[in-house]
């Protein structure tokens, strides 16, 4: 592998070596005459744009125009449509009521709003820079999220679960987390409203980035890694494999375990649900009213998908301008890892959400419960299964799902970073590379597309990842299609 750190990332040289490391199909052939110069590479799409547009009032819900209505969540028992009151002792009456809405949008509390205001509206910017570096035709935009205070999209809904909780006298809420992007936003939210807050972390991000703990840990939160043998579900994996990574399903049945067991407790989720997806739309509705503001549409719409809620955020405003007012028709592409590939190698079928069982099934695209991804470096991205609401979506032909390997991810972050400036968390890596992707498709076939990516977060506690790469030492992690079809074998067999 080429030492990329030694050359000077203003060399025409530098970015040549570094293309020919692209996967040969989609390798990037950038001649030095063609580089063009101007003092105004890089602009905040903008800037204008941004300043004018308001945080969204409302949260949009899909499911109000969807034209077929998703299947609905069965209980783990009985198998039976799971009823609100089965939801209970895990979630506060509010968040229910959103799970099961067919509403269109949800208004947003003002308490909510005034704390969204510390970094909302979040900027769309242009990527001029890394438009002439790939010599492209195309026009890339990002929507970046890591303005937040948690440095990621995920206080998008953090703060409403802490909100919604603390106005039904709940004390503690417990969690789990992968990268610990969505830790450090529920610590964050928690210490806002005064409540107590306590996460399970999965063990190969509790050990590999100390510095989402800490910030954690700063906000007043109680960090465990998982599995843990603080809980029963945590006890009986580390029986099995006293050296497990750990994965979310596993984090969850944790959570899941304290919050059934202590009644002024309820459990917070970071994505997959419906109530979580709806609360990120307020990347979307800002952004269609930041393009329209600057007269662009999109073409092609990116983002990186695990459980899929900054995917669903950015994407689903946009599917309901495609459905109901017909202004527009992206492509939407949604990009996961390929060592963990739920919507392009798993089944559409119900499955838990969690290792132990203790979730409500759901129909997703799942690897199996079972599945314990290996641990690639983006964390947030290791989950078995995909929102239930994105693979109905994806079943009705809306959207496509594409895998890419995690070293194309990080050559692509590195091009980002030494282009735009940004250095991206490794989940939005995803959708980087799939964004280099396109916009070398449009440098062969002369079109001026209009990509738009979705940016969740920075990637400042990842670096011992990006060490890794830069040194010559990161690889590919295998997909097991044994290992996948023992997990599927015990998928629970539901005829519905």
């Not at 020919?20 to 063009?36: D, F, G, N, T």
């Not at 009985?78 to 509403?103: A, C, G, H, M, N």
């Not at 438009?131 to 809904?157: F, Q």
């Not at 840990?217 to 029963?232: C, D, F, L, R, Y």
Request: glycine fraction near 8%; aromatic fraction near 8%; charge should be neutral.
């Amino acid at each position: 592998m080429i030492g990329v750190t030694s050359l000077p990332t203003t060399s025409p040289y530098f970015y040549s070596k570094v293309e020919k490391q692209w996967p040969q199909r989609y390798a990037l052939i950038v001649k030095p005459r063609h580089m063009r110069h101007s003092n105004a590479c890089k602009v905040r799409a903008t800037s204008d744009a941004n300043k004018s547009v308001e945080i969204p009032h409302q949260w949009y819900n899909l499911v109000a125009d969807l034209p077929v209505k998703p299947p609905p969540p069965l209980h783990p028992k009985t198998y039976e449509p799971i009823k609100p009151e089965d939801l209970s002792p895990l979630f506060p009456d509010e968040l229910i009521r959103q799970e099961v809405t067919t509403d269109r949008f949800i208004d947003i509390p003002d308490e909510v709003l005034d704390v969204y205001k510390l970094w909302r509206p979040t900027p769309l910017i242009r990527a001029k820079r890394l438009e002439k570096l790939l010599d492209t035709p195309a026009r890339i935009y990002y929507k970046y999220e890591g303005v937040s205070p948690a440095g990621s999209h995920k206080p998008n809904s953090a703060v409403p679960q802490a909100w919604y909780n603390v106005q039904e006298g709940v004390k503690n809420v417990v969690t789990e987390t992968g990268a610990g992007q969505w830790g450090s936003a529920l610590s964050f939210a928690c210490s806002i409203f005064g409540l107590g807050c306590e996460v399970w972390q999965v063990r190969a991000s509790y050990d590999s980035k100390p510095y989402r703990r800490l910030m954690m840990q700063t906000w007043g939160a109680k960090v465990h890694p998982s599995p843990s043998m603080i809980t029963e579900a945590g006890q009986g994996i580390l029986k099995m494999d006293p050296s497990s990574p750990g994965s979310l399903g596993i984090a969850i049945s944790e959570a899941v375990e304290v919050a059934a067991k202590n009644p002024d407790t309820k459990y917070c989720l970071g994505s997959v649900l419906n109530h979580v997806l709806l609360h990120q739309t307020v990347i979307g509705e800002e952004c269609i009213k930041q393009m329209e503001a600057i007269g662009e549409t999109p073409d092609v719409i990116i983002g990186c998908t695990g459980g899929g809620s900054n995917f669903a955020g950015l994407s689903f405003p946009f599917i309901r301008e495609k459905l109901i007012n017909k202004k527009i028709n992206p492509v939407i592409r949604a990009v996961e890892p390929a060592a963990c590939p739920s919507l392009t190698k798993g089944i559409y079928t119900y499955d838990y959400g969690d290792t132990a069982g203790m979730t409500p099934l759901m129909k997703m695209h799942t690897l199996g419960h079972n599945f314990v991804p290996d641990p690639i470096h983006a964390g947030g991205l290791r989950y078995h299964g995909m929102a239930p609401l994105i693979s109905h979506v994806f079943e009705l032909g809306l959207m496509e799902a594409i895998s890419i390997p995690q070293t194309e991810c990080f050559q692509g972050a590195i091009l980002f970073a030494r282009s735009e400036g940004l250095i991206p968390a490794p989940e939005p890596t995803h959708a980087i590379a799939a964004t280099i992707r396109e916009a070398i498709h449009c440098r062969e076939t002369g079109e001026a597309k209009v990509i738009l990516t979705a940016m969740c977060g920075h990637g400042h506690f990842d670096l011992p990842a990006y060490e890794k790469y830069l040194q010559g030492n990161m690889v590919d992690l295998s997909f097991s299609e044994e290992k996948v079809k023992a997990s599927l074998a015990n998928i629970p067999q539901v005829t519905a």
